[in-house]
Nanobody
Framework: VQLVESGGGLAQPGGSLRLSCAAS????????MGWFRQAPGKEPEFVAA????????FYVDSVKGRFTISRDNAKNTLYLQMNSLKPEDTALYFC?????????????????????WGLGTQVTVSS
């Protein structure tokens, strides 16, 4: 299994970035996928998740209405569109492969439920 994130960088407050996660080594279309982030000195935080069956999406409250998670099963790629960025969004963002084909909303929000994750891409929001 390999997960490779890209698309991070420096953005101004109010700006946008689009993160990508290229997946390989497993049947991407059969697993839920998630995005997490970790700021310096803090624990990893759930950002968003998308199921495999119906592409239902889940978000942490702090990004609802600003971030959009999506997946392209034909390209084995997961995305995170981030709009209206805030300085508090600054973190290392990484994608993760779900632990099973199922997963309740509570499980989708727990990093421990996921079995693989990438090295991440840095997002810095600053003027």
């Amino acid at each position: 299994v390999q997960l490779v994130e890209s698309g991070g960088g420096l953005a101004q407050p109010g700006g946008s970035l689009r993160l990508s996660c290229a997946a390989s080594g497993f049947t991407f279309s059969a697993y839920p996928m998630g995005w997490f982030r970790q700021a310096p000195g803090k624990e990893p935080e759930f950002v968003a998740a998308v199921t495999w069956r119906d592409s239902a999406t889940f978000y942490v409250d702090s990004v609802k209405g600003r971030f959009t998670i999506s997946r392209d099963n034909a390209k084995n790629t997961l995305y995170l569109q981030m709009n209206s960025l805030k300085p508090e969004d600054t973190a290392l963002y990484f994608c993760a492969k779900g632990g099973s084909a199922g997963g309740s909303p509570a499980e989708l929000a727990r990093l421990a439920w996921y079995t693989y994750w990438g090295l991440g891409t840095q997002v810095t929001v600053s003027s």
